[in-house]
């Protein structure tokens, strides 16, 4: 809550001296804090151009967890951790580049590791291999393949190898087309967009044929080496002999599915084409529609309009559309209270408002013209969602809208409150849009960064700085702010290019 109220009451007040005195019976609090001294972006350190096999698959963001002891001091700082084309895992320094660790993965079993991600952030890794597949010449043969995927399960900080499992035919079956692990549940997908959940952490315990620590000796299958050590790499411990048992099932077009909710609500697709763009939001403990549960915004555009629950963890959803932000919540129906119904929490429109689109039109001359086609909800004309994003650490919901202005997209991001949706600040992107271009906007405490890809794989990052400025935050306690008290304040937010250079000082005054 202090982070959404320092960014809400930012003075701009370059030259003001504060005084100010307390009395209380506890001593008071203060913070103090400095953000984005370097005037542009700084060079850290830079690798060396490598080969094309030890080119970097994939890779995650490794930081310290807090108050634990850690057995190395290169533990207590930020790392990351990569997956190489040749099948190492490394852990490398995320302020030099030095690789602190580095562990080998495939052995006999698997060839081709390509993925990582987190079952539980920042604890619990996992490593999945691409999908077997035969040659052709083995297929015409008559070979089977029945092990489909291999997963290799870490802790992190430190590093240690809990098992490595095969996702088989013989035990999921047949049509099985990607698996993922994610809190603690196995996810398994089939073609038909059938769905299942599995418990991956009793899988772990009840398949777990025998412990391996990295750097151990071992003799497994007649095969003798070290645990991580090329050329063994890791062995397949986790045998899965019966199929686990079931937690929960689904079908979704496109495979397409999401737990969240409070209580837990799962969302979905009908497993039809017809049904795309249409979501049920339904009840994971008994199956049931939630009232107002099915979610359609009717959009006849090129991208498709998406939904997911919000990230805040305060159970809402998110559902996002061409000229239409949507953000539901949970509640109980009125006296059923085991029913649960959608409701809408705010919404978020674009601005449209010098946007005609009339299907009849006159000429000068007098002659009535009727239009044969109509505008997609989502026309470059038009002003269009292209991306929305949550700030956790200031607790605001941001959004990129951009519209087509002759030759060029002009994009602008858009800060709101998260609570109420109230709009507290509008910055204009100065760089084109190309709708036809892939874009990320990153927004972390006082920076914004623009992430442009262009045709072969060239990119462009463009860096916002929030201008410097001095300000109060009051205790919520002894001062009730109203969003329009809010909204009034945050007008005197700047944020410019990183090009700016009169970069001063951030100081925070906490008053409590």
């Given at each position: 809550m202090c982070g959404q109220l320092i960014l809400h009451l930012l003075l701009h007040m370059k030259e003001e001296e504060f005084t100010w005195t307390i009395t209380n019976a506890v001593l008071p609090g203060n913070k103090f804090t400095i953000m984005s001294i370097a005037q542009q972006p700084r060079l850290i350190y830079q690798k060396s151009k490598c080969a094309k096999s030890e080119k970097i698959e994939d890779a995650l963001l490794l930081e310290c967890p807090m108050g634990e002891l850690l057995p190395s001091p290169s533990d207590y700082k930020a790392s990351l951790i990569v997956l190489t084309v040749q099948n190492w895992l490394l852990r490398l320094s995320a302020d030099s580049g030095e690789v602190l660790e580095k562990v080998y993965l495939a052995g006999s079993c698997c060839k081709f590791f390509r993925y990582l991600s987190w079952d539980t952030p920042q604890e619990v890794m996992i490593v999945k291999s691409a999908q077997n597949k035969l040659p052709a010449a083995a297929r015409q043969a008559g070979i089977q393949q029945t092990v489909l995927f291999y997963l290799a399960v870490f802790q992190v900080l430190p590093l240690s190898f809990i098992g490595m499992l095969e996702i088989n035919k013989k035990i999921f079956g047949n049509s099985v087309t990607d698996v993922a692990v994610s809190n603690g549940i196995l996810i398994v997908m089939y073609s038909m967009g059938l769905v299942r959940l599995y418990n991956f952490k009793a899988i772990l315990e009840q398949f777990m044929e025998q412990q391996f620590h990295l750097g151990q000796e071992f003799n497994w299958n007649g095969q003798v080496g070290i645990?991580?050590?090329?050329?063994?790499?890791?062995?397949?411990?986790?045998?899965?002999?019966?199929?686990?048992?079931?937690?929960?099932?689904?079908?979704?077009?496109?495979?397409?599915?999401?737990?969240?909710?409070?209580?837990?609500?799962?969302?979905?697709?009908?497993?039809?084409?017809?049904?795309?763009?249409?979501?049920?939001?339904?009840?994971?403990?008994?199956?049931?529609?939630?009232?107002?549960?099915?979610?359609?915004?009717?959009?006849?555009?090129?991208?498709?309009?998406?939904?997911?629950?919000?990230?805040?963890?305060?159970?809402?959803?998110?559902?996002?559309?061409?000229?239409?932000?949507?953000?539901?919540?949970?509640?109980?129906?009125?006296?059923?209270?085991?029913?649960?119904?959608?409701?809408?929490?705010?919404?978020?429109?674009?601005?449209?408002?010098?946007?005609?689109?009339?299907?009849?039109?006159?000429?000068?001359?007098?002659?009535?013209?009727?239009?044969?086609?109509?505008?997609?909800?989502?026309?470059?004309?038009?002003?269009?969602?292209?991306?929305?994003?949550?700030?956790?650490?200031?607790?605001?919901?941001?959004?990129?809208?951009?519209?087509?202005?002759?030759?060029?997209?002009?994009?602008?991001?858009?800060?709101?409150?998260?609570?109420?949706?109230?709009?507290?600040?509008?910055?204009?992107?100065?760089?084109?849009?190309?709708?036809?271009?892939?874009?990320?906007?990153?927004?972390?405490?006082?920076?914004?960064?623009?992430?442009?890809?262009?045709?072969?794989?060239?990119?462009?990052?463009?860096?916002?700085?929030?201008?410097?400025?001095?300000?109060?935050?009051?205790?919520?306690?002894?001062?009730?702010?109203?969003?329009?008290?809010?909204?009034?304040?945050?007008?005197?937010?700047?944020?410019?290019?990183?090009?700016?250079?009169?970069?001063?000082?951030?100081?925070?005054?906490?008053?409590?």
């Open positions: 645990v991580g050590k090329y050329p063994f790499g890791l062995p397949c411990n986790i045998k899965i002999t019966d199929t686990p048992p079931l937690l929960f099932e689904a079908s979704s077009l496109e495979n397409a599915f999401q737990i969240g909710g409070y209580p837990w609500h799962y969302i979905i697709t009908p497993n039809k084409k017809k049904h795309k763009g249409v979501f049920h939001i339904c009840s994971l403990k008994d199956n049931a529609l939630a009232k107002n549960g099915i979610q359609d915004m009717k959009c006849c555009s090129l991208e498709p309009d998406w939904i997911y629950f919000h990230p805040d963890m305060s159970g809402r959803i998110i559902h996002v559309g061409p000229n239409l932000i949507k953000v539901l919540k949970l509640k109980e129906v009125k006296n059923h209270a085991d029913q649960m119904e959608i409701a809408e929490d705010f919404t978020i429109v674009a601005n449209r408002e010098n946007c005609v689109n009339n299907s009849v039109t006159v000429t000068a001359s007098g002659r009535v013209v009727k239009k044969r086609f109509t505008l997609l909800d989502d026309d470059p004309e038009q002003e269009t969602f292209k991306i929305v994003d949550y700030e956790d650490e200031l607790d605001l919901l941001s959004t990129v809208a951009v519209t087509q202005i002759g030759a060029d997209g002009r994009a602008h991001l858009d800060f709101h409150c998260n609570e109420h949706g109230i709009l507290l600040k509008s910055i204009p992107l100065k760089e084109s849009w190309d709708v036809t271009y892939s874009h990320e906007v990153y927004f972390d405490k006082d920076l914004v960064l623009h992430i442009e890809q262009k045709p072969n794989r060239r990119f462009s990052c463009y860096v916002y700085q929030m201008f410097i400025m001095a300000f109060h935050v009051f205790s919520s306690s002894s001062l009730m702010l109203d969003a329009e008290f809010i909204a009034s304040f945050s007008n005197r937010i700047e944020i410019l290019d990183i090009k700016k250079k009169d970069v001063d000082l951030l100081i925070i005054y906490h008053l409590q």
